[in-house]
């Protein structure tokens, strides 16, 4: 059984940085395609970014530039690099594994942008 924990969020200030990990067990992440999401109050789960299996990063434009994806792989562990953080990036962030047989999700982290 693949698992996923999330660690390292929490309450940051605007334009603040804050590096989120994704704990793997169960499988090497390299089996799957990587992805990170979030969603905050009363909306919905929103696509941060993928990286594929075989290490390919890909985000959507409005969130370029600020996120990246990256992994170790002796680690099995999957990171989120958030820098430039806006108060609208308040959200829970959600680690998710996926290949053509399955997918998994993590239980998420908090991350708050407030002064």
């Known amino acids: 059984q693949v698992k996923l924990v999330e660690s390292g969020g929490g309450l940051v200030q605007p334009g603040g940085s804050l590096r989120l990990s994704c704990e793997v067990s169960?499988?090497?992440?390299?089996?799957?395609?990587m992805g990170w999401y979030r969603q905050a109050p009363g909306e919905q789960r929103e696509l941060i970014g993928t990286?594929?299996?075989?290490?390919?990063?890909i985000y959507p434009n409005s969130l370029k530039g600020r996120f990246t994806i990256s992994g170790d792989n002796a680690k099995n562990t999957v990171w989120l690099q958030m820098n430039s953080l806006k108060p609208e990036d308040t959200a829970v962030y959600y680690c998710?594994?996926?290949?053509?047989?399955?997918?998994?999700w993590g239980q998420g982290t908090q991350v708050t942008v407030s002064s």
């Open positions: 998710n594994a996926r290949n053509l047989f399955a997918a998994y």
């Open positions: 169960g499988s090497p992440f390299s089996l799957y395609d």
């Open positions: 990286m594929s299996s075989g290490g390919r990063t």
